[in-house]
């Protein structure tokens, strides 16, 4: 039963449209039939309690105040999935990328563990960013050492800034592109990698998941996340990374 229905029945007994204890023939005049068991259920259940007429159509009303914040909650918070049998109702993680991207006017920060065939995966940022020229985007990904590579840090970030210009970005103006330095570390012991898969439409929208930027985790795997339409814990979010940016913990990757 929603709010709607639990202030209709508060509203049916303070009119005094329906008895107290109530009538079922009343409840047919007022035009509820598909769903009158559940009514009949709730009010001669009150009714059995001896609670009164007042007693009753106050608790719907508070009850109906409860219902209002689940039901706030629910549209604040939206699953999302990847790959195959999809239950019916749930959106894809594609799709909820694609809604950020298209819900940011002014800032957009997305992180990410992986990124595979940008071309294609941000095909669709870059071309907002493209229509969008108020549109800051900051773009935070892992940038690895391969085992045993003895390569300059600095040699590694201008290759992975070369790759990113050339073959992975299919836009004509670029997003700022930042990395954490502690994923370059010689030992192992010393190393960390940025592995949080975040998008961050302004303050407004969110998508938090397990997804990375890869047509497969996009579309094929295995993937789940939440879609967030909650201003303070989105608000926390992009200011932990704003944080990381300020205190040097991630780096920018000159483009």
């Not at 709607?4 to 047919?28: C, G, H, V, Y």
């Not at 991207?101 to 065939?117: E, K, P, S, Y």
């Amino acid at each position: 039963m929603n709010s709607r229905e639990l202030i209709f029945l508060a509203d049916l007994i303070e009119t005094f449209r329906l008895s107290w204890p109530p009538d079922a023939s009343q409840l047919r005049s007022a035009g509820i039939a598909g769903d009158q068991a559940e009514y009949w259920q709730l009010l001669t259940g009150a009714a059995a309690t001896g609670a009164s007429a007042t007693t009753t159509s106050w608790l719907l009303r508070r009850l109906a105040e409860e219902v209002v914040q689940r039901e706030a909650v629910d549209a604040a918070i939206q699953p999302v999935a990847s790959g195959p049998c999809m239950v019916s109702g749930l959106r894809s993680t594609e799709d909820a990328f694609r809604e950020i991207i298209d819900q940011a006017v002014h800032r957009l920060l997305i992180t990410g563990f992986v990124l595979h065939n940008g071309q294609t995966v941000l095909r669709h940022l870059a071309n907002r960013m493209d229509t969008q020229p108020t549109l800051d985007v900051v773009l935070c990904l892992d940038v690895s050492r391969a085992p045993g590579d003895t390569t300059d840090d600095l040699a590694i970030i201008a290759g992975f800034a070369e790759r990113f210009r050339q073959t992975e970005w299919p836009g004509s103006r670029l997003p700022k592109l930042y990395y954490d330095p502690r994923s370059l570390a010689r030992g192992a012991e010393d190393r960390s990698v940025l592995h949080a898969k975040v998008a961050i439409a302004d303050a407004s929208r969110a998508l938090i998941g397990s997804a990375n930027l890869t047509e497969a985790a996009l579309q094929r795997n295995i993937e789940i996340g939440i879609l967030l339409s909650a201003p303070t814990p989105i608000a926390s979010v992009r200011a932990h990374f704003e944080v990381l940016i300020h205190n040097g913990i991630l780096l920018q990757v000159p483009l």
